[in-house]
């Protein structure tokens, strides 16, 4: 994913943002230029600051941040739509893993 600035006014930190999965990039809520759809996230500057990290980390140090419930919750997600729509499918393990998390 394209994680650098908005798409339009080149605004790193935008306090808040829309991504966009289909076109793998985001832009500031003002800037987005239609209404919010099933592949777009809004999601606070936090949200932006995770993802960043998780792509642009050494990896040594990837799980060196902290996180709310509410970031964790909108870039996982993120996440899992994003890899789903980029490789076309759901991994029948994606369906293991929430048979197991409704278990707990």
Not at 28 to 39: D, V
Not at 63 to 70: I, T
């Amino acid at each position: 994913p394209d994680v650098l600035m908005c798409r339009r006014c080149m605004d790193y930190l935008p306090e808040s943002l829309v991504y966009s999965v289909e076109e793998g990039r985001f832009w500031c809520e003002e800037c987005f230029p239609r209404e919010i759809g099933a592949l777009d996230f809004k999601m606070p500057l936090s949200g932006l600051e995770m993802v960043r990290h998780v792509t642009l980390m050494d990896f040594a140090r990837l799980y060196s941040f902290r996180a709310s419930g509410e970031t964790l919750d909108i870039v996982s997600r993120f996440a899992e739509a994003f890899i789903c729509h980029h490789i076309s499918m759901r991994p029948k393990t994606l369906d293991f893993y929430y048979s197991l998390k409704r278990n707990i």
